[in-house]
């Protein structure tokens, strides 16, 4: 099976603009999370999709939003964007089927947008 | 909510020696604790979880130790090579409305001296 995929893989813009980046999960996995991977600040959770719902939310201003659609591929947006959000935005993709099993928990990651804010 | 707190920051270890890596966690309802490595430029890998029914996980060189009591685990990795240098990070998790969020470490940067 093919990995998570993620586009585009680097990208450039300028404070004030927005950025939409998109994530393909691996094919079957219904549930795609984000994250935003900073030197300082680490991996920090910002949301969770699954069946086109946010599941779950990290500690985010709403500039952070994201969707999901019927064929699990997702989308996140950033909006009035700001030198603080260049960072490395991960997707990860895992099955959590209904109900949610143990072994559906494991969350593979794609290998991420590197956005930088000039 | 939940705060994983990882040690060392940096680890720097001989080849062939074994290696080390302790996180702590607050919340108690925590019940799944993967271990992700990441390699320069590349995304973070799994290379062994544990859930809270388990006290230790064994895969070849890594095993991984949980103490619910104390809310701590572990990562060792064995007979070190010189692959083994990355960024390793501990993650723990709770099953929330049927979703998982996963609240890093901060990283443990292991070098491995040939």
């Known amino acids: ?18 950025v939409t980046l998109s994530c393909s999960p691996i094919s079957g996995h219904r549930s795609v999370s984000w994250y935003q991977q900073t030197p300082g600040q680490g991996l920090q959770f910002l949301f969770e999709y699954f069946s086109e719902t946010q599941r779950n939310k990290g500690n985010f201003p709403g500039r952070f ?10 989308e996140m947006n950033v909006s009035t964007l700001e030198l603080g959000d260049s960072a490395l935005y991960l997707c990860a993709s895992s099955l959590r089927g209904l109900p949610p099993t143990e072994s559906q928990e494991t969350q593979y990651f794609g290998p991420g947008t590197r956005l930088l804010v000039l | 909510g939940e ?10 270890v001989q080849e062939g020696d074994s290696a080390v890596i302790k996180c702590t966690y607050s919340d108690s309802a925590s019940n799944y604790f993967p271990w992700y490595k990441q390699e320069l430029g590349k995304r ?27 809310k701590h685990f ?5 007979e070190t090579q010189p692959e083994d240098s990355a960024v390793y990070f501990c993650a723990a998790s709770k099953r929330h409305q049927g979703a998982q969020k996963l609240v890093f470490g901060q990283g443990t940067r292991l070098t491995i001296n040939p």
């Open chain 2, 74 to 78: 572990s990562l060792h990795i064995t």
């Open chain 1, 65 to 74: 939003s994201g969707r999901q659609f019927s064929n699990s591929r997702s």
């Open chain 2, 3 to 12: 705060n994983v707190e990882q040690h060392p920051s940096t680890l720097s």
């Open chain 1, 1 to 18: 099976k093919a990995g998570v995929t993620q586009t585009p893989r680097y990208l450039i813009k300028t404070r004030g603009q927005q």
């Open chain 2, 44 to 70: 973070p890998q799994l290379i062994i979880d544990i859930r809270s029914n388990v006290g230790e996980k064994k895969d070849q060189r890594i095993a991984v130790t949980l103490n619910k009591t104390a």
